[in-house]
């Protein structure tokens, strides 16, 4: 029995026999968190998060205060799927900001109050309506910090702006000029053992008596698959296909939530709701189970495939990953770009230089063309005309090939192709 | 008899009397006719002419459970008791127990006692979870999915502090509590009554040869129950476990509860009692229903004499026949062979049936004090 009563960090709780005091664990205050501000307590002045340093950092006189919470990484707690946990799970900000309502593409976004001039970072639109973010959405529990500096995030993007030869010339003025956000993106991480029971009519060929006979014969087994930390973006307004390419993220640097880490950076909410990221992550996992449950068949020829599958211990996390976000226009276009905010590595649109591509193709579709069609029809028969006509149709094909190269080329640059 | 033994305050015009055989004390009222000991059913009851003072476990009873049967439930449910019992003993007839029913009040000790105490525990509560089954069919159009709700335990440390006054906690007062509860099962204490004297004013009542220290820890268990119950209660918790306190009791009190049991019982083949007892609230019979092994080898010893002699006469028959030529005649002596046997052999059925029946019977038995 504890030596003093109550026991530290223990809270009179409300009893329901008279007789009888109640004291429980006090719980982590996380619902409606006070306001915190980011003064500089030097200088009051306002402090941001430090992606160099990891801490809070005063833009005017460089007060630093380092964080004060450890790293979790893939032991973060994580909730099961009731109905009372969604409403035991801590709401709100936990500071103010700003709620920004895109009118381009429709993007929520939170911000710093502090923060003045804003354009949607996933369109670049400046058709913005503030309000104040709501106080009971569900508040991310963990995030991974920043790691890569905004001007390092500037050069990978410079760098990959300028780097490609059908990118239009005009583009590297633009990389100078390509709006850059840090925003935290919401995910949702789903854990979930999956149990498999699988039967099929397998194809089996045989020979009986020197003839080939094929034989369907039942087969069945379990799989069982253990999905450890799924991600399922939170997102709607980033194409799927920019996360895709700027995995994989690193979990073992979650971090438990702190509104310091979202000091002077942009945030968004979840938009996919717990719900459907479950239904999504389900529909990939079955799949997966689906698809090692065939596998364990002695063949792949199969009829009358079927399999029952359970889930257990289902958890989530709603966490908070980072990205650099730029946007830019170019040719009355908007162009998006996603830098990993961890591991640097980038994906995104690029404008190809349709003028380039055009040039390119005639200075070497019509030489060749010209070079096959004129000793055809003007020049005398000879070895030569033959011989430089062949050439001509030659490159004219290899031309036509390197034109569709240089289309599909394009097409993805601007992502469009796949 | 009509004793003249010590009386008890509290208990109305009774006196206590002691059998000197089993050495089990009862009270009896002064107008109750007792014949025999309701325990071992000798005739060693006499009346104790002691101070109660050294009679430190006897404590006034605070209530009393009423029988609850009629006499002809009573008689029912001793018929039903002989009733079915191959070769019975003589004794073991339904209007024999009857005349030997005794009425008895058992005693159980009810404790009040003030609890003051801290206690930490793990208290429970039951949350839903929702869960997915996923069945895949090729031929039925591919996934479908069924959602599964699943009820899990959540578990949270508490302390806290109780003060609490409980009131009636019952512990055996005798030591042969297990036994009684075994032959007889529970009694329903909800239907208790405020004890008056006149209401043992028919029945003997058995006195507690358990003493409250002896008690005291069945009662402690009983109130830590109690108690983790009650803070299961306070919590609004589902379930609780490793509860732990640090008791402090004051203001205990020890009265009796009177549980109703009537006890009879038949002679056997070597003339012992054996014992019957009947729940009074129930009807509930218990005792060793005993076959007559010697009415079995009376019967059985019948039959051998008349195998006996039925095959000397068909051997006699038999050799007479074939003396003078009589085919007949030794037909009729074979044939009372054959009988003979036969009745030589159904002469050992009496014994393998008794002996069977005392067997299966013997399996329920169970030694009452």
Partial sequence: ?418 | MTTNGASLPGWGDAALVHCRVCDWSFLQPRDLQVTACPHCYSDGLRPLAVDHDLLPYVRPAEAYLPFALSEDQVRAAVRAFARGIPLAPIDLQPQRLSQRLQAVFLPRWLVDAEVAATWQAETGFNYDIVSHEERYDQNRGGWRTQQITETKVRWEPQVGRLKRQYHNVAAAALDEKPHVRRQLGAFQTAAAQPFRPETAAHALVRLPNRSPQDAWPEVEVELRKTAAGECRQAARADHLREFRWSPEFADRHWTLLLLPMYSTFYLDDEGRPRPVLIHGQSGRVSGLRRASMRRARRLASILAVIAAILLLASVLAVAIGSWLGEAQVQALGTAGVLVGLLVAASALAPLGVVWLFNLSQRRHMQVFL
């Fill in chain 1, 1 to 418: 029995m504890p030596v003093c009563f109550p026991p530290p960090g223990y809270v009179r709780t409300e009893s329901a026999v008279e007789g009888i005091e109640l004291y429980r664990q006090a719980p982590e205050l996380l619902a409606h968190r006070r306001i915190e501000t980011f003064d500089c307590p030097q200088c009051a002045g306002q402090r941001a998060y430090s992606v160099a340093d990891g801490g809070l950092s005063c833009v005017n006189c460089g007060y630093y205060e380092p964080p004060s919470r450890p790293m979790v990484g893939k032991g973060a707690e994580s909730f099961e799927f009731t109905v009372e946990t969604m409403t035991r799970v801590a709401r709100g900000w936990g500071h103010a900001r700003k709620d920004l309502h895109c009118q381009y593409c429709g993007a929520h976004t939170t911000l710093p109050p502090t923060l003045l001039s804003y354009s949607c970072p996933f369109c670049g639109s400046n058709k913005v309506i503030q309000r104040d973010a709501p106080q009971d959405a569900l508040r991310p529990r963990f995030l991974a910090p920043f790691a890569l500096t905004e001007g390092q995030c500037q050069e990978t993007i410079t760098a990959w702006l300028r780097g490609h030869w059908l990118a239009p010339a005009a583009l590297k003025r633009v990389a100078h000029g390509a709006r850059l956000a840090a925003i935290y993106l919401p995910f949702w991480t789903i854990d979930a053992t999956a149990h498999a029971n699988w039967r099929a009519e397998v194809r089996r060929v045989r020979r009986i008596g020197g003839k080939t006979r094929v034989v369907w014969r039942w087969e069945s087994g379990k799989v069982t698959q253990v999905f450890d930390d799924w991600l399922v973006p939170g997102a709607t307004h980033v194409n799927p296909r920019l996360l895709e390419v700027v995995q994989p993220w690193d979990l073992a640097a979650l971090v438990p939530y702190e509104a310091a880490y979202l000091a002077g950076i942009q945030a968004q909410a979840y938009e996919v709701t717990l719900d459907a990221a479950w239904e999504s992550a389900r529909r990939a996992m079955r799949e997966q189970v689906r698809q090692r449950c065939r596998g364990q068949a002695s063949s792949r020829r199969m009829r009358n495939f079927s399999m029952e599958m359970q889930y257990r211990d289902e958890n989530w996390r709603y966490i908070l990953l980072p990205l650099y976000l730029a946007s830019y226009e170019h040719n009355r276009r908007i162009y998006q770009v996603a830098v990993n905010g961890q591991s640097g590595k980038i994906g995104g649109q690029r404008p190809a230089d349709w003028r380039k591509v055009l040039g390119l193709t005639l200075a070497w579709l019509l030489p060749s063309l010209l070079a096959a069609l004129i000793p055809a029809y003007f020049l005398p028969p000879s070895d030569l005309a033959l011989t430089v006509s062949v050439l001509g149709a030659l490159l004219f094909v290899a031309g036509l090939a390197f034109t569709v190269y240089m289309v599909t080329t394009a097409l993805r640059m601007e992502g469009k192709g796949r």
